[in-house]
Structures are given as C-alpha cells and as structure tokens.
C-alpha cells in the first residue's frame, strides 16, 4: 500500500492553511493510506507527488486525477487532485469542489460558479462559510461586500466592510474596496474621500491603486491629476515605465466597472500581500481565482507569473502571459518578461527576438537595449553590453531619478570590460541622480577600498548601505570585507559572520570570512571557512586562490577580492 507522508513544500496544505490549523492534522493526511490500492492508483499518486515537490503542479494534477480514476473514493485523494487542479488551472476543479464542501478553497471555486451564474444569494452563502480565522478572516470581507453590491445592496456592503476601515492591519485595501462600490453605486463624493484615504494608506500606488485611482480622476475631470498618479507609479515601478503612454491613454476607462471584478480585485490585493511575504503557494491559489473570474486582468497574470518563475515554474509563467492581448496597455511589460523567461529556459533567440521588435516599436524607451544589454552580460560580452547600454542611455534625453540604474549596470559592464575609469564615472552619476542607492554604494566604496583609495568615503557609503539594507548579507560582507583592509580585524570579524550568516552558500562571504579568521591567528577555522568557500561553486580565479591558500602552511597576506552586489 501507498503510505502517505507529509506534502514537504505544503502546496495544497494551502487550503487547509486558510484556516490557520493545517499543521495540526498531519494525522488527517494519513487516515485514508490503508484504503488506497497498490494496484494502479499507486504509481500514478506517486508520480503526482513527485511533479509536486517540484512545484510541477500540471503533472501533480495528471498524476493525482488518475490515481483518483482508480481509486475515486478516497477522501484525501480527492483533496490532493483538487489542490492541484485549482494550481494548475485544471476544468476538473469544480467537480472535484463539489465534493469538498468545507474546503475553504472549493468554497472559494464554488461562489464565484455562482457569481458568474447570477446567484448572488448562494454565493452570499458561501462566503458566509469560510473560516473565520486565518488568510480567510481578511478575504471573506471583501468577498461578501462584493456578493452584496453584485445583488444590488449598497448600504449592505458597505456596512460589511465599514468595521475595517479604522485601523485594520490592510486598511488601505478595505477604503479602496469601499472606494469602488461607492463609485459603482455612483456616490462620488464618499468614493472621492475613501480614494484619496486608500492613497494616504497605500502610501505610494502600486500597479492597480494607480489604474484605480487614475481612472476616477480622469473620469471626474481632473486628467493632470490622473497623469500625476501614473507618473508616481511609474517612477516607484521602473519597471512599468514603458508602458506609461498606454497607461496614461487608458485612464479614462473604468476598472473594476461590475461586482465581479470586484471580487477579481479583492483575490489579487491578498495574494499580492501574501506573495510578499512567503506564501508563493498560497498567492497563486487567489491568482488563479482571479483569473478564472476576470480572465483579462493582465495585472493578476503579471504578478502570478511572477510567482511561478521564482518558485521555478518558468514554463508555466510563460504559458499564464500568453493570453494578453496586443491591444492590452500592459502588453509591452508583458513582453519585456516574456523575454526574461525565454532567457531562463534557455531560449536565447527567442528572447533576442522580442527585444529587438519592442527596441524599434517603442524608439523612445530604452527598457528593451537595457534587457538586451542585460542579456549580454550574462554571456559574458561585456563590450558589447556597453555599446548596448550606451545605446539605451541615449535615448533618455534628460536622465532623472528613477534613470540611476542604466548608468549603474552600464558602470557594472565597463568595470568587467576592465574600463574603470568609465565604470567609476556611471558610478558616480549614477549616485547624482539617486545619492541612496545601496547598490550603488556598495559598488562604488567596495571598489575603491580595494584600490586602496577614498579609504573613509568608502567606508561610509557601504556602511550607508548597509542601513538601508539592513538584511543583506552582500552588503554586509562588503563591510566586513573593508573593515579587514582597514585593520579592524574584530570588526570585520563581526560582520563577515552576519553576513554569512544570511547567505551561507555564498563563496565569497564565506572565503573573506576566513581571511578575517586567518588575520585573527584563528587558522583552524580560517581553513575550515575556505574549504567550505571551496564547494560553493566560487569563480574559477577565486576557487585558484582559496587551493593556494589552503596549501601554504601560513596564509599569506589578505589580498582583496571584487565584492560585486
């Protein structure tokens, strides 16, 4: 017989996890591995559980369906080919949901069928039932105020919502959701107070609080504020920034114009927030909800690829963006990731390709050479990533702010071309434009403490760095890194094992920690921190002189490494 385990990555613990308890029933996991056949269904739910532990959450649901064709009656069975349908995106999610009535999940699947039907009094219902603790005890708000507004009971919804909207933890999601159904209902002046409270909440817009707020100023008549609020968003996203035209001439259009896309809305603002945490599983479970109710929302299918190419699931990421549309204001974001992820399967042309189109359709943007530049360093041709750099530099006239980072990775291409000269100069403008770029900072005063050069100056900005990344173990390694070279020997110490300490399988931080250990008289640990710098994959150069230094019976003395963030 198949004898069940605990799920190791908890990916479909996911909807037990809504509650708040799934780590308290791992005995329930268990119950059913006495009924289950060795015959048939055995090879298929293993070959479910292994695509599984590898986030392959389609094969998951191939494997789990039939061993559940086998076997349909087993009850834990069913919840493990339901969790992977939903994941994958699998039709066969919703039969499968109507025999789990108090999973929370086929709850969720469930009342958006009805949403979708029209019958508001039964998805009213549903979301009634969700547990009221855990991930649900936020999302459940939202979702019935919507179900309310969806059945025409404005005051009703409202007053669902209105117990959050004074110091809840989001409160800036409940006073931009309330915001919305005040402007479907068509009460402009609360609607006006309750967006600009969410704006004062959010404290800089995201991707849709700036759509969101952007479109009701436009429509209010105020299109210069409207611009203002793509414009904050764009700088505090670069990333959005070719897309800004696109999105300044869809701003007089409505956003969330039904109470589905309200509840489409409610499933993205949790899954965002779950998704910067660490709950990727959970985040792409809401996504999909998403998605299943507004399938035209391209700011669910960004963030969910997102969440799919950083837990390894690069195909699938692909395959979530496919669908946008050519008219779609976020298609050329789209595209840029696209290409990302074409380089991350290996896909090099490809990736080339769609670079090029989106270089010579948006000749004013330098996003597409700055990617394709991108693209050239990790090959290895750091003149040509210059030439391209320079190429994407040209055609901001006028660099501000939110430019830093062109000069920055074109500093970073001249430096590993050996052009210091070059690198230092976009180093230095790249901190004139942007004096607190810890990046930057650490970049620049890392390297001329090597050279032995601007020795204080240098020390301050990595230290700077290190107050605004306080967590990283790069920039800390810096510190400790320079603070060797200057003598402070406990000092460097001190840092360099905080900073291995956050990134234990880096080489770098842990070869300079055994310099530190080496300089201290502590030659044990000295050489036992090398070896281990030894098998973490250290640059060949590197991996030449941590050999050396094991070899020679006394060390000799520190000799500086390039720290590159």
Known sequence: MVQYQPIPRAALLAFSLLTGCAAAQPDALNAGAASRPVAGASGAFLVGRYALNRTDFAAASDGFLKALAVDPHDADLQQEAFGAAVLSGRPEALALAQKLPSNPAAILLLADQDVRSGHWADAQARFGALPSQGVTQLLAPLLMAWAEQGAGATDQALATLHPYLDGARYRGVFDLHAALINDQAGRQAEAARLYRQAVVDYGSPNLRLGMIVASWQSRGGHPAEARATIRAMVDGSPDLAIAEPALQADATQIQDAKASDGIAESYLALAAALQRGDAPDFALLLLRLALDMKPDFTSARLLAADVQSASGQTSGALATLAPVRSDDPLVAVVRLRQARLDEKLGNTADARRILEQLAAEYPSRPEPLAQLAEMQMNDGRYADATATFSRAIARV????????????????????????????ADFLHALALSPDQPYVLNYLGY???????????????????????????????????????????????????????????????????????????????????????????????????????????????????????
Do not use: C
């Open 397 to 424: 006239p006028q660099p501000g702010r939110s430019n830093w980072v062109l000069f920055y990775q074109r500093g970073t291409a001249y430096d590993r071309a050996h052009d210091w000269p070059r690198a230092e």
């Open 447 to 565: 390297a001329w403490a090597e050279q032995g050069r601007n020795l204080t100056r240098a020390r301050e900005m990595i230290e700077r760095a290190v107050v605004l990344r306080p967590n990283d173990g790069a920039i800390m390694d810096s510190l400790g890194w320079v603070l060797l070279l200057q003598g402070d020997r406990e000092g460097a110490i001190r840092w360099l094992e905080r900073a291995v300490e956050l990134t234990p399988e880096d080489s770098t931080a842990n070869g300079h920690l055994g310099d530190a250990y080496d300089a201290a008289g502590r030659r044990l640990e000295a050489q036992t921190q090398w070896r281990r710098a030894l098998i973490l994959n250290p640059e060949p150069q590197d991996a030449a002189k941590l050999q050396a230094k094991l070899a020679r019976a006394v060390p000799a003395p520190v000799q500086a490494e390039r720290r590159v963030e």
